[in-house]
């Protein structure tokens, strides 16, 4: 049985989650839907917090709630997710939900290791078509498409495909 990993981010999921499923031939898989919980940010917040000692007992009471918000909203969207593919899908193979809490580069690469994934599923941004290209020949507008460092690191540290998936109108 394939096992696909689908990397969410919350950002247009369900949009995210039509167009994955869209691409693959899941209905027999087993689907491994995770979110991570960046822990970078909250470690910036400690450093800047705790260069103010009179604030540090304040500052990590502060930390744990921010991350256990983020924990709370990693599993309500999981759940979001889940439903989501549930209703697409007919019978067959098993939805599973992960959370992790880490840097989400390594987090994802690591899960994937983890399941034994066959396949990644990952989003990316994608900016709004930028001026036209000098010279003569058509005016055309492409589209910029950057890949964050998250999806680099993926991409080169993978154990198995990766399915990008851009998101935006198509054109």
Aim: aromatic share 4%; with cysteine.
């Amino acid at each position: 049985m394939r096992r696909i990993l689908v990397a969410l981010s919350g950002l247009m999921l369900a949009e995210f989650l039509d167009r994955a499923l869209g691409q693959l031939h899941w209905q027999d898989a087993e689907l491994h839907l995770l979110h991570v919980v960046d822990t970078r940010p909250l470690a910036e917040f400690g450093l800047a917090a705790g260069a103010l000692p009179a604030r540090t007992g304040r500052a990590a009471e502060q930390m744990r709630a921010m991350g256990a918000l983020g924990g709370e909203a990693g599993r309500r969207m999981l759940e979001e997710a889940e439903a989501l593919v549930a209703a697409r899908r007919a019978a067959g193979g098993a939805i599973r939900r992960l959370q992790r809490t880490g840097v989400p580069e390594h987090e994802i690469v690591a899960a994937a290791y983890e399941v034994g994934a066959d396949l990644i599923v990952l989003g990316a941004a994608e900016e709004p078509a930028g001026p036209a290209p000098p010279g003569p020949g058509p005016r055309a507008r492409f589209p910029h498409r950057r890949l964050t460092p998250t999806v680099r690191f993926v991409v080169d540290h993978a154990p198995c495909d990766v399915l990008l998936l851009y998101a935006g109108p198509r054109g």
